[in-house]
């Protein structure tokens, strides 16, 4: 199962772990059950503090094995092999079972130890899901720090009689006490603060009591990264205030055009992000959405920043850097069954289509490669593109028609998703050419059409493009003087990582120079 290589780095992860640990395995007489085995045996093996049974008795799924504490009710479950994606889970797990502490922040490991009641989470993963991690990791260190919290991590893949029955479309989708509880990407902080009902009330009071900053940056991506580090940098007061750090690069699979970095992803590189600021003076302030911007000539002197839970931030200075999300098709039936088979993450998502037939809308890059991917997973692929041609680098499509199970339609509009019984069976599309109106029958609907920037909160307080976009000059400065924007939700061409970061760096050079230009008296 594991290397030479990687066999010899869990050993030394290993050996950070202080307290006895058992590993229990729930096996069938099958090749996942005997693959399993392989790998906790192996695990056993780099350890003297870890042991192996089987457990042939208890009513769990199969293949599944737990981690235990010895003599002690702390302990996590996964139903499946945590390889892929998830064997940094694996790692955690053992080392957090094995009583290594957590780099949690001690506030949010005090207020999970104080939740009363009793939680049994499920996590439905896919092994192919950067997103899943996040989820999985949280709920294991919860489950590790208060025994009242349980928790089951489920490949679904390998159960996909379980996500049948339960109507699991989507990854990674949480319950809670056997009842839908979550989906999608969530941090630690953000379960915590779900389940912790006052959170939010506390939270508000604590920012409301913070002194203004010289520049506050709002959105934590890449541009606004690269801004908080170079005000840092400066040596004045930064603050950034996110609703999930990272944003939609935390959504991305693979890249490759991030000069000097030949290959990434995008989990790997939002965790680099935020330990390089962390490295400066920056108040991070996640899981807080703007909602109101208020700017200093009516504010007193100081730009004001509304948050959706109810609290200010004032700044001298504020660098608007809030991205771009999945842009809609805006048709009936995509909201109704979103989660239900209508995706905008063939990574995450695709495992659970296996040997089904799904569409994928958008002939760009994104929708080529993704129609390629999932070409490898599912029983057909049809790609419709509006166009009369597919936009996407040439490479990408001479490798997509050479794929037996796709089929391509161009000059197609998507004009509503079909499903029946609340799921999806289909799509119809008009062909711009004719006019006819034909059905697809499948059972997903994967949504790549491109991207529209998070500027709605801003509108009527800046000046906007036609397109939402924050419009700015070559110095980043919008219509609002001291308040500069960069990234994806702005007007700057070419929506590229590489671009947002220096666009985030050209922000908070231009913050500062509007500072010593404007010195308070």
């Not at 030479?4 to 058992?22: G, M, R, S, W």
């Not at 000539?297 to 839970?309: D, K, M, R, S, Y």
Request: proline share 3%; glycine share 10%.
């Amino acid at each position: 199962m594991l290397d030479a290589n990687l066999k010899e780095q869990l050993k030394t992860y290993l050996n950070n772990v202080t307290q006895p640990i058992e590993l229990v395995a729930a096996l069938n007489d099958d090749a996942k059950s005997r693959e399993l085995l392989e790998l906790l045996k192996e695990i056993e093996g780099l350890s003297d503090k870890i042991s192996l049974r089987e457990d042939g008795a208890s009513d769990v799924r199969r293949p599944s094995f737990a981690i235990n504490r010895v003599g002690t009710d702390i302990g996590v479950r996964f139903a499946g092999i945590p390889m892929g994606h998830e064997f940094t889970s694996l790692v955690l797990a053992l080392l957090q079972v094995g009583g290594h502490p957590s780099k949690a922040a001690q506030e949010v490991i005090e207020q999970i130890q104080s939740l009363d009641g009793e939680f049994e989470f499920e996590t439905y993963f896919s092994l192919s899901c950067q997103n899943c991690p996040d989820v999985v990791q949280a709920l294991n260190l919860m489950s590790v720090l208060n025994p009242k919290i349980r928790h089951t991590s489920i490949d679904g893949a390998l159960f996909q009689d379980e996500v049948e029955q339960r109507e699991v479309m989507a990854v990674p989708s949480v319950y809670l006490n056997g009842q839908p509880w979550g989906q999608g990407r969530m941090t630690l902080e953000e379960i915590v603060a779900r389940l912790d009902t006052n959170s939010a009330e506390k939270e508000a009071e604590k920012l409301n009591q913070k002194d203004a900053f010289e520049v506050l940056v709002i959105g934590g991506g890449p541009a606004g990264s690269a801004a908080a580090i170079y005000a840092a940098r400066k040596g004045i007061s930064t603050g950034i205030a996110a609703e999930r750090f990272g944003g939609q690069v935390g959504d991305t699979m693979s890249i490759e055009n991030l000069i000097s970095v030949p290959y990434t992803e995008g989990p790997k590189l939002v965790a680099a992000m935020e330990q390089h600021v962390n490295e400066y003076d920056v108040d991070i302030m996640n899981m807080q959405r703007a909602e109101k911007l208020i700017p200093a000539a009516q504010a007193g002197g100081l730009h004001e920043v509304q948050l959706a839970n109810g609290a200010s931030l004032k700044a001298r200075t504020v660098v608007l850097s809030t991205g771009a999300r999945w842009r809609q098709l805006g048709v009936p039936g995509e909201d109704e069954y979103r989660n239900k088979g209508v995706a905008y993450c063939p990574h995450c998502d695709g495992p659970l289509f296996k040997g089904k037939r799904v569409a994928v809308i958008g002939g760009g890059n994104s929708g080529v490669e993704a129609a390629i991917d999932l070409a490898g997973l599912v029983g057909h692929v049809t790609l419709v593109e509006f166009g009369a041609e597919m936009r996407a680098d040439e490479v990408l499509q001479k490798k997509l028609r050479s794929l037996k199970n796709v089929d391509i339609i161009t000059s197609g509009q998507t004009t509503e998703i079909t499903g029946e019984n609340g799921r999806v069976n289909g799509l119809t599309y008009t062909d711009r050419n004719t006019g006819e109106s034909h059905h697809v029958a499948l059972e997903g609907v994967f949504v790549q059409i491109g991207l529209v920037p998070n500027t709605e909160w801003l509108k009527g307080d800046i000046e906007l493009s036609q397109h939402g976009e924050i419009v700015i000059n070559d110095r980043n400065e919008t219509s609002i003087p001291g308040v500069f924007a960069a990234g994806d939700a702005t007007t700057v061409p070419y929506k590229q990582i590489v671009i947002s970061m220096g666009e985030g760096s050209k922000a908070a050079l231009s913050a500062f120079d509007f500072l010593i230009r404007n010195s308070a008296e």
